[in-house]
C-alpha cells in the first residue's frame, strides 16, 4: 500500500464521519476543493463510487458503507497502538477501574496496589467491590476480577492469586448442645447461616466435594445476610455454622473461636484471575499493573 493510499481512505473516513466536505476539510486542514479531488482521485482508483453527493449532505454508497465497515475497526487498532507506543516515552499515567468481590479486593489487589502507587503518582485506580457477575465492557470497566472457574472464554486471564478452599465453621459454643456433621446430609439438622447471592437473587447453595463427588446443598437456618463478615460474626456468636473461605477465619481457629468440620469435603480450587478483553489494547498503566497483580509460585 502506498502512502497516498492510507491519505485519501483517512480523507474518506473523515468525510463519511462529518457527512460535510466543508467541515472534513476544516477538521483534515485543507480545502474543500482538495478534498473533492482526493475523493475523486480514491473513487476513480478503486473503479467505485463511494460517496452520493447532494447540495445539503455527503453520505456512503453501500461500497462505502462496505469499506467503512473494513476501515475503521482498522484505523482504531492502529490509532490504539500509536497512543501505546507513546505512553511507553512517559510515566505510565491514567486511571484504571476493575471489578472484583469483596475478598479479592482485601486479600489480592489492595495489598499489591498499595505498593504500587505510591511509586506511579499519575496512576489512578478504581476499585468497585461487587458480588455480582459485572459485564465490564457494558460498565465500561478495564478489568474484572473474579474465581479462574467463572471466567468468560473470550477473556484475557491471569492468575493473580494462590488456590483457595472453603471452610465449614462453628463455634465450641454452638457444638456444646449439637453433634458435628460428617457428611453433608447432616446439615440438614443444622441451623445454617445462608448467603444471599446479590447476582441471582437467591441463597448460595453449598458447594461440597469429595473423591471426585459433588454436592450442592441447600441450607436452612434463622439467618441470612450478603455479608461475608457477618455471616463470620454469626457463627462466632454460636448462632449458626457458617460456609466462609478458609483463610478469613484461620485467626479464629487459632484463637479457638471457630472449629471447622467437614474439612475433608472442602477440596481447594483455582483462585482468583484478573481478565479483560482479549481485544483490548493495554496501556502502560494497565500493564504495570497486571505484572504487580500476576501471581507467581
Same mark, same amino acid.
Request: glycine share 8%; charged share 25%.
Given at each position: %500500500?502506498?502512502?497516498?493510499?492510507?491519505?485519501?481512505?483517512?480523507?474518506?473516513?473523515?468525510?463519511?464521519?462529518?457527512?460535510?466536505?466543508?467541515?472534513?476539510?476544516?477538521?483534515?486542514?485543507?480545502?474543500?476543493?482538495?478534498?473533492?479531488? &482526493?475523493?475523486?482521485?480514491?473513487?476513480?482508483?478503486?473503479?467505485?463510487?463511494?460517496?452520493?453527493?447532494?447540495?445539503?449532505?455527503?453520505?456512503?454508497?453501500?461500497?462505502?458503507?462496505?469499506?467503512?465497515?473494513?476501515?475503521?475497526?482498522?484505523?482504531?487498532?492502529? $490509532?490504539?497502538?500509536?497512543?501505546?507506543? $507513546?505512553?511507553?516515552?512517559?510515566?505510565?499515567?491514567?486511571?484504571?477501574?476493575?471489578? &472484583? @468481590?469483596?475478598?479479592?479486593?482485601?486479600?489480592?489487589?489492595?495489598?499489591?496496589?498499595?505498593?504500587?502507587?505510591?511509586?506511579?503518582?499519575?496512576?489512578?485506580?478504581?476499585?468497585?467491590?461487587?458480588?455480582? /457477575? &459485572?459485564?465490564?465492557?457494558?460498565?465500561?470497566?478495564?478489568? +474484572?476480577?473474579? /474465581? +479462574?472457574?467463572?471466567?468468560?472464554?473470550? %477473556?484475557?486471564?491471569?492468575?493473580?492469586?494462590?488456590d483457595l478452599r472453603m471452610a465449614v465453621v462453628g463455634s465450641p459454643a454452638y457444638f456444646e448442645t449439637r453433634p458435628m456433621p460428617h457428611t453433608p446430609q447432616d446439615l440438614g439438622?443444622?441451623?445454617?447461616?445462608?448467603?444471599?447471592?446479590?447476582?441471582?437473587? +437467591?441463597?448460595? *447453595?453449598?458447594?461440597?466435594?469429595?473423591?471426585?463427588?459433588?454436592?450442592?446443598?441447600?441450607?436452612?437456618?434463622?439467618? *441470612?445476610?450478603?455479608?461475608? @463478615?457477618?455471616?463470620?460474626?454469626?457463627?462466632?456468636?454460636?448462632?449458626?455454622?457458617?460456609?466462609? %473461605?478458609?483463610?478469613?477465619?484461620?485467626?479464629?481457629?487459632?484463637?479457638?473461636?471457630?472449629?471447622?468440620?467437614?474439612?475433608?469435603?472442602?477440596?481447594?480450587? *483455582?483462585?482468583?484471575?484478573?481478565?479483560?478483553?482479549?481485544?483490548?489494547?493495554?496501556?502502560? *498503566?494497565?500493564?504495570?499493573?497486571?505484572?504487580?497483580?500476576?501471581?507467581?509460585?
Amino acid at each position: %500500500m502506498q502512502r497516498e493510499d492510507l491519505v485519501d481512505l483517512n480523507a474518506f473516513l473523515t468525510v463519511a464521519k462529518e457527512q460535510s466536505f466543508t467541515r472534513a476539510a476544516a477538521k483534515l486542514g485543507t480545502s474543500q476543493s482538495a478534498l473533492s479531488h &482526493t475523493m475523486r482521485r480514491l473513487e476513480a482508483r478503486l473503479g467505485v463510487r463511494l460517496l452520493t453527493r447532494t447540495t445539503r449532505s455527503v453520505a456512503p454508497t453501500e461500497a462505502g458503507e462496505r469499506l467503512l465497515d473494513t476501515l475503521k475497526p482498522a484505523l482504531d487498532s492502529i $490509532g490504539a497502538k500509536l497512543t501505546s507506543l $507513546g505512553e511507553l516515552r512517559e510515566k505510565p499515567a491514567g486511571t484504571i477501574r476493575i471489578t &472484583t @468481590g469483596e475478598h479479592a479486593a482485601t486479600t489480592v489487589l489492595w495489598p499489591a496496589i498499595e505498593k504500587l502507587l505510591p511509586n506511579y503518582p499519575d496512576i489512578h485506580v478504581e476499585l468497585s467491590i461487587d458480588s455480582g /457477575l &459485572t459485564d465490564i465492557v457494558t460498565e465500561r470497566f478495564d478489568a +474484572g476480577v473474579r /474465581l +479462574g472457574e467463572a471466567l468468560a472464554k473470550d %477473556m484475557v486471564a491471569v492468575r493473580i492469586g494462590p488456590d483457595l478452599r472453603m471452610a465449614v465453621v462453628g463455634s465450641p459454643a454452638y457444638f456444646e448442645t449439637r453433634p458435628m456433621p460428617h457428611t453433608p446430609q447432616d446439615l440438614g439438622d443444622h441451623q445454617c447461616i445462608n448467603l444471599r447471592m446479590l447476582s441471582a437473587g +437467591g441463597f448460595y *447453595a453449598w458447594e461440597l466435594e469429595k473423591d471426585g463427588r459433588e454436592v450442592r446443598v441447600r441450607v436452612e437456618g434463622q439467618l *441470612a445476610f450478603n455479608n461475608i @463478615g457477618m455471616i463470620i460474626c454469626a457463627a462466632t456468636a454460636g448462632l449458626g455454622l457458617g460456609f466462609v %473461605m478458609e483463610d478469613q477465619v484461620e485467626v479464629h481457629f487459632a484463637q479457638g473461636r471457630l472449629v471447622r468440620v467437614l474439612k475433608e469435603w472442602c477440596p481447594s480450587f *483455582a483462585g482468583y484471575h484478573l481478565y479483560y478483553p482479549s481485544r483490548r489494547q493495554p496501556s502502560a *498503566a494497565f500493564t504495570l499493573l497486571v505484572e504487580a497483580l500476576r501471581y507467581r509460585v
